[in-house]
């Protein structure tokens, strides 16, 4: 006989899923940053005003994925994920300094680096690791 169940799906844990969400939202505006830091970087001074506007929401929502990934962290056992995460903020913190303090250069070298940094977060978390099937739920449910 055979067996004619269709295997269960594997389904990103709900603290992966907000993680992954969060870390879409950070890309892309630390993409939108690249952008107007480039145009700064060219004279446009009129987008400076916009630069800081997004490096802030860039900010906030860094501090809200390395929340969310604390809870990821919690889920899958996956401590660096967390830790990078909480770098990211942090990492803001000087940036922002550096902005206002207008060093130029070191801003700009920075902010490729948390650039990267947040592309990182993102192909770390795409590991399966952080996944599971739907039967993980029913055993919690079942507990």
């Known amino acids: 006989m055979?067996?004619?169940t269709l295997p269960t799906p594997v389904v990103a844990a709900p603290?992966?899923?907000r993680l992954r969400i969060t870390v879409i939202?950070?890309?892309a505006?630390?993409?939108l940053q690249v952008l107007l830091g480039a145009a700064v970087a060219a004279q446009m001074t009129a987008l400076q005003g916009v630069h800081a506007v997004v490096a802030y929401t860039l900010f906030l929502v860094s501090i809200v994925a390395a929340a969310f990934?604390?809870?990821h962290a919690k889920v899958t056992g996956r401590k660096g994920v967390f830790f990078h995460a909480l770098s990211i903020p942090i990492l803001m913190v000087v940036q922002i300094g550096l902005?206002?303090?207008r060093v130029?250069?070191?801003h700009i070298v920075l902010g490729l680096l948390i650039a990267v940094a947040i592309g990182a977060l993102y192909a770390m978390i795409a590991k399966v690791p952080g996944e599971h099937t739907e039967d993980d739920d029913l055993d919690l449910i079942e507990e």
């Open 104 to 106: 130029t250069v070191v």
């Open 29 to 31: 505006l630390v993409g």
């Open 2 to 4: 055979t067996d004619t």
């Open 25 to 27: 939202i950070a890309l």
């Open 15 to 17: 603290a992966t899923r």
């Open 69 to 71: 990934a604390r809870g």
């Open 99 to 101: 902005g206002s303090m």
